[in-house]
């Protein structure tokens, strides 16, 4: 098991009732650690807030698409001047008169063969897969700041070890000239030594430029502008992974059990079977009650010929009725719409089994990457310790005049490699073991 779970990348699915805290601004006084700085990520960067919005939106489309169950109330009103003309014997009768009515207009779906349920079950899928993706964002982010913080960390470290490099030569060039002003060593001699510590400054130069570069992408991926100025703590105080599980399909499995973007594309296929069944349930009548109730007026009515009288009416009237309704030919849309509706189904299919692939593949090269990463790091360490010792030997020895200043110089080279390579050894078995987590799906430490 690697022992990572204090930086692992995970996070509990998020509940869209609340929003995420606003942007939280880097605090100069205090150093931060790796889960602090993803913890700061996590409020800040614009794409935590885009993926929140995309669960809140899914949320709302269930609200809408559960308006369907009720009935739907409305109001009428209206009014009309009017003139008719009706023939009768020798002449024509006209009436005019005005005519208002105002009430309320009720429409409920009784049944309709599983439409509404098949609409109900799309949308929560959907929300559900959104909040699987807002969980595995979180992730994302969370990994993207693991990442660029072991970089960060590691070019900070080659500056430390590219000073001491040049520190090394500054001194050999210094111990060359001494010699050669007492008659032991030659003008050659001094210009190698020399030529060394022109390029242990160039290299501790061109360190301190990879940081300026690191630190950008490091604060991009908090969602902050490269200006701002952190205080981290130093890479040596991060714990490193001792050990590895020893079953990778152990992880494979769990993998496939709890990573959140699998879980979204399953919840999608869900819902695209759930509008397989609403297309075919085209093919069926709808059931609905209709009514409306209100007040009906007619006022000033008067004829031509003119009778004796003007008339007018003011009553309450209403109806009520059972509507069947069923489409019996179409032109074959509803054909099209199911056969739309099952190939986006099947094309759901691939997409799961395709990211299942990929999920295997992705945690194989981890797992691999962070195997052989445990091993170079042993022997990044013995290389550091031998490459040590060989250079206080030679350079006790050079001192003593029983080695060359090419052996010394030598010497030197392989010592500032052998720091590279352990500060290279530390920085990537923390970053594959981040990898492993992230593909696995941030769960307990792989």
């Known amino acids: 098991m690697v022992r990572w779970s204090e930086y692992r ?75 008719t003309s009706i023939p009768i014997p020798q002449s024509t009768l006209v009436s005019t008169g005005v005519g208002t009515f105002g009430g309320a207009e009720l429409a409920w779906t009784l049944f309709d063969f599983g439409r509404r349920e098949a609409l109900d079950e799309a949308s929560l899928e959907r929300f559900e897969a959104a909040q699987f993706g807002f969980g595995r964002k979180h992730q994302e982010i969370a990994y993207r700041v693991a990442d660029s913080f072991f970089a960060y960390q590691a070019a900070i470290a080659k500056v430390a070890a590219a000073e001491q490099t040049f520190t090394a030569a500054k001194a050999n060039a210094d111990a060359v000239n001494a010699k050669l002003s007492q008659g032991f060593a030659t003008r050659p001699d001094l210009l190698l030594a020399l030529q060394e510590q022109a390029k242990a400054n160039y290299d501790w130069q061109d360190a301190r430029g990879a940081v300026t570069q690191t630190r950008a992408a490091l604060t991009t991926s908090a969602g902050l502008s ?37 879980q979204a594309k399953l919840a999608e296929l869900r819902a695209r079977e759930a ?16 009514g409306s109730i209100g007040n009906q007026y007619w006022g000033d009515v008067q004829t031509d010929p003119p009778s004796r009288r003007h008339y007018s009416s003011d009553n309450l009237v209403g109806s009520a009725m059972l509507n069947l309704e069923w489409n019996l030919f179409d032109g074959f849309e509803r054909r099209g719409a199911v056969d739309e509706a099952e190939a986006k189904r099947r094309a759901g299919e691939a997409q799961i089994d395709s990211l299942r692939l990929e999920i295997m593949r992705h945690i194989w090269q981890t797992y691999a990457d962070t195997k052989t990463a445990l091993e170079k790091r042993e022997f990044a360490l013995a290389l550091l310790r031998a490459a040590e010792e060989s250079y206080a030997a030679t350079q006790e020895s050079y001192r003593h005049g029983f080695s060359t200043v090419i052996e010394l110089l030598s010497a030197q080279k392989d010592l500032a490699r052998a720091r ?12 594959s073991a ?13």
């Open 9 to 83: 990348v995970s996070h509990p699915l998020p509940s869209v009732e609340k929003a995420p805290s606003p942007s939280a601004a880097p605090n100069v006084r205090q150093r931060y650690d790796l889960p602090a700085l993803i913890d700061m990520a996590l409020q800040n960067h614009p794409e935590t807030r885009l993926s929140w919005e995309d669960a809140k939106t899914a949320a709302a489309r269930v609200e809408r698409e559960a308006a369907s169950w009720y009935p739907k109330l409305t109001a009428l009103a209206f009014g009309q001047y009017f003139k």
């Open 226 to 262: 490269p200006s701002v100025e952190l205080s981290l703590i130093d890479l040596s105080q991060v714990p490193l992974p001792d050990t590895l599980a020893p079953s990778v399909e152990k992880i494979v499995d769990q993998a496939l059990e709890q990573r959140p973007d699998l």
């Open 275 to 290: 509008e397989v069944r609403k297309a075919r349930a085209e093919y069926w009548p709808k059931l609905s009650l209709k």
């Open 420 to 431: 590279y390579t352990e500060i290279d050894s530390r920085a990537d078995l923390l970053k």
């Open 434 to 446: 981040a990898a492993l987590v992230y593909a696995a799906g941030g769960g307990e430490s792989p």
